[in-house]
């Protein structure tokens, strides 16, 4: 079989346009390619096992993005941390207070709908403004009593499509003290960021007063990766400890404080800003960070061709090395530190 041949190409293509889609569209020759690498299976010599997991893993990623599209103009937080943490543990309690201060500023939270610190980021927002991503396993088969029965809460039978959902919708990520699973979360969140796969949002650690989970934690970063050199200096910038829910709340905010969002944009990054910068201030971090410039320098302009989305925003724009992520998350703090910068044109 041959999913290139006329015949085949000609009843795909039918079949995007019998569901409503055009397959001359850019989105409707992916849903093609989608339908050919299906067709491909047949004579991969793959098993039956192998064919379920596919199924079901595309059908968890197809309903959830569903779900979240319908809330796609609202900022979102994810939250991680313990579910066997009691409710009346001061990281409980920070947990709520922080997820609460969140929701007063606009935002939803996405925990793992579990109880615990994940049952506290709920109650913060209350179900209206939560998403709960719950996992089946042999002991957590239920959502905690705040997102159970929502229509946000999404079931998910692989770790793998949860993870994905938890970072592709993040616009920030607060992690709570928690054993292997919070560790391979946090982790996880880390590299996505370090190495570009994911974009780059605010990571912040917290807990209740008096804790050292995050100092204990810290220490073992620094002394067995920094000093080892399996991290870069640079790579410490990725997250940050609050001292407080209400100081976690700040570090968020503070990072859209000027910066909105950022694409790729052909070989060109571009960084979406709520205002435009002076032209001393671009000078500061064409010279600050000119490492990250691979070639020309960093220039600020309207949206780039091929952009569609945000239009109305400003941007700095450079062909960048694809290198050096944790300085690149430098480079937004020193862009959201600037003064305000009004008046200034594109």
Same mark, same amino acid.
């Given at each position: 079989?041959?999913?290139?041949?006329?015949?085949?190409?000609?009843?795909?293509?039918?079949?995007?346009?019998?569901?409503?889609?055009?397959?001359?569209?850019?989105?409707?020759?992916?849903? +093609?390619?989608?339908?050919?690498?299906?067709?491909?299976?047949?004579?991969?010599?793959?098993?039956?096992?192998?064919?379920?997991?596919?199924?079901?893993?595309?059908?968890?990623?197809?309903?959830?993005?569903?779900?979240?599209?319908?809330?796609?103009?609202?900022?979102?937080?994810?939250?991680?941390?313990?579910?066997?943490?009691?409710?009346?543990?001061?990281?409980?309690?920070?947990?709520?207070?922080?997820?609460?201060?969140?929701?007063?500023?606009?935002?939803?939270?996405?925990?793992?709908?579990?109880?615990?610190?994940?049952?506290?980021?709920?109650?913060?927002?209350?179900?209206?403004?939560?998403?709960?991503?719950?996992?089946?396993?042999?002991?957590?088969?239920?959502?905690?009593?705040?997102?159970? +029965?929502?229509?946000?809460?999404?079931?998910?039978?692989?770790?793998?499509?949860?993870?994905?959902?938890?970072?592709?919708?993040?616009?920030?990520?607060?992690?709570?003290?928690? +054993?292997? +699973?919070?560790?391979?979360?946090?982790?996880?969140?880390?590299?996505?960021?370090?190495?570009?796969?994911?974009?780059?949002?605010?990571?912040?650690?917290?807990?209740?007063?008096?804790?050292?989970?995050?100092?204990?934690?810290?220490?073992?970063?620094?002394?067995?990766?920094?000093?080892?050199?399996?991290?870069?200096?640079?790579?410490?910038?990725?997250?940050?400890?609050?001292?407080?829910?209400?100081?976690?709340?700040?570090?968020?905010?503070?990072?859209?404080?000027?910066?909105?969002?950022?694409?790729?944009?052909?070989?060109?990054?571009?960084?979406?800003?709520?205002?435009?910068?002076?032209?001393?201030?671009?000078?500061?971090?064409?010279?600050?960070?000119?490492?990250?410039?691979?070639?020309?320098?960093?220039?600020?302009?309207?949206?780039?061709?091929?952009?569609?989305?945000?239009?109305?925003?400003?941007?700095?724009?450079?062909?960048?090395?694809?290198?050096?992520?944790?300085?690149?998350?430098?480079?937004?703090?020193?862009?959201?530190?600037?003064?305000?910068?009004?008046?200034?044109?594109?």
């Amino acid at each position: 079989m041959n999913v290139k041949d006329e015949r085949t190409q000609s009843t795909i293509r039918d079949l995007v346009r019998s569901v409503g889609g055009d397959p001359e569209t850019f989105d409707g020759r992916l849903i +093609g390619d989608l339908i050919q690498t299906c067709l491909k299976l047949i004579p991969d010599g793959r098993d039956t096992g192998q064919l379920k997991l596919m199924n079901s893993a595309l059908k968890e990623m197809r309903y959830a993005y569903r779900v979240f599209n319908r809330y796609a103009g609202t900022r979102k937080i994810t939250i991680f941390g313990s579910a066997r943490t009691p409710e009346d543990h001061g990281d409980y309690l920070a947990a709520r207070a922080f997820s609460a201060a969140m929701a007063q500023h606009g935002w939803m939270s996405i925990t793992g709908a579990g109880d615990g610190i994940m049952k506290a980021g709920h109650e913060g927002p209350k179900r209206e403004k939560s998403f709960g991503l719950s996992i089946r396993l042999p002991f957590e088969t239920t959502a905690n009593t705040v997102i159970e +029965g929502d229509p946000k809460l999404i079931n998910f039978r692989y770790f793998f499509t949860r993870k994905l959902m938890f970072m592709s919708h993040a616009d920030a990520v607060a992690v709570f003290p928690g +054993g292997f +699973g919070t560790q391979d979360e946090l982790f996880e969140s880390l590299v996505l960021v370090q190495t570009g796969r994911s974009n780059i949002v605010p990571i912040v650690l917290l807990e209740g007063a008096g804790g050292v989970y995050w100092r204990h934690w810290n220490t073992y970063l620094r002394k067995n990766l920094l000093d080892n050199g399996w991290i870069d200096p640079e790579d410490i910038d990725i997250y940050s400890i609050a001292s407080s829910p209400a100081d976690a709340v700040e570090r968020v905010l503070r990072f859209y404080r000027v910066y909105h969002s950022s694409r790729y944009v052909g070989e060109r990054f571009a960084l979406r800003l709520l205002r435009p910068l002076r032209p001393e201030q671009i000078e500061q971090l064409n010279d600050e960070f000119a490492v990250l410039v691979k070639e020309g320098f960093i220039e600020q302009s309207g949206p780039l061709e091929g952009e569609d989305d945000h239009l109305e925003l400003p941007r700095l724009s450079f062909v960048h090395t694809r290198h050096h992520f944790g300085l690149l998350r430098r480079l937004i703090d020193r862009i959201n530190g600037f003064d305000d910068a009004a008046g200034a044109r594109v």
